[in-house]
């Protein structure tokens, strides 16, 4: 990408856009409902779970282990073959390559017990410092992340950056419809349209279809954790 493109994407990402909360998702496709890990998580706290190895949180990182983006998608329409799980086929989500980046991260797992723990322990702060404070949105920043904009255009958001704040905005119901701002970065495009898909990243096994088939599975209303 050009410095002149990239310069213009960043100027375009000060550009707050509106979306609706049911129409946000994480990286992996799970939307921000009540079954949403970390929301349930914020049930169980205000229920009295203090105990992290216990909670939904602990769970979803022990059973949801993808290999590749394709295993958010039913069982027998994954691809088996190796992508890096940081990918989609039109833009790369994130920068961690290897399996120690990943075992040390919070997206998925495998998760070692000690990470799961410091995330409860960062999450559990931030939601009590919202609690404490309001959301403050201006002050802490707003969710980043790329559109996908589906056949007849309608918006859904993945969330970069503000996942663990995204999850206090649902379980809260402190908005109907989120600030949020498209990430600028070269490696994925701020607005990815079903109509024009393009492989970025080819890799073997991956066409058109099944592209097609996981960016519609990113933005459905369902999410399952699928035991890899």
Not at 69 to 85: G, H, K, Q, T
Request: hydrophobic share 35%.
């Amino acid at each position: 990408m050009s410095s002149l493109l990239l310069i213009l994407k960043k100027i375009f990402s000060l550009k707050l856009h509106l979306i609706k909360i049911e129409n946000v998702r994480t990286p992996f496709g799970e939307p921000f409902n009540q079954d949403n890990h970390w929301v349930k998580t914020l049930q169980e706290y205000d229920e009295g779970m203090r105990d992290y190895s216990k909670s939904s949180l602990y769970n979803f990182h022990k059973k949801f282990k993808p290999v590749n983006i394709f295993n958010v998608m039913p069982s027998n329409e994954r691809d088996p073959r190796a992508f890096f799980l940081g990918e989609y086929p039109w833009g790369r989500w994130a920068k961690k390559s290897t399996k120690e980046e990943w075992f040390e991260g919070t997206h998925c797992g495998p998760s070692s017990d000690e990470t799961i723990k410091k995330e409860w322990i960062n999450f559990v702060g931030l939601y009590k410092k919202i609690l404490s404070e309001g959301l403050l949105i201006k002050k802490y920043g707003y969710p980043l992340g790329s559109f996908l904009i589906d056949e007849d255009r309608v918006k859904y958001f993945i969330v970069l950056g503000g996942n663990h704040r995204m999850a206090i905005i649902s379980h809260l119901e402190l908005a109907k419809k989120v600030p949020v701002r498209a990430i600028a970065r070269d490696n994925i495009s701020q607005f990815s349209y079903y109509a024009r898909l393009k492989i970025k990243y080819p890799r073997p096994g991956i066409d058109i279809n099944n592209t097609r088939k996981l960016f519609k599975c990113l933005i459905s209303n369902e999410f399952n954790i699928n035991e890899n």
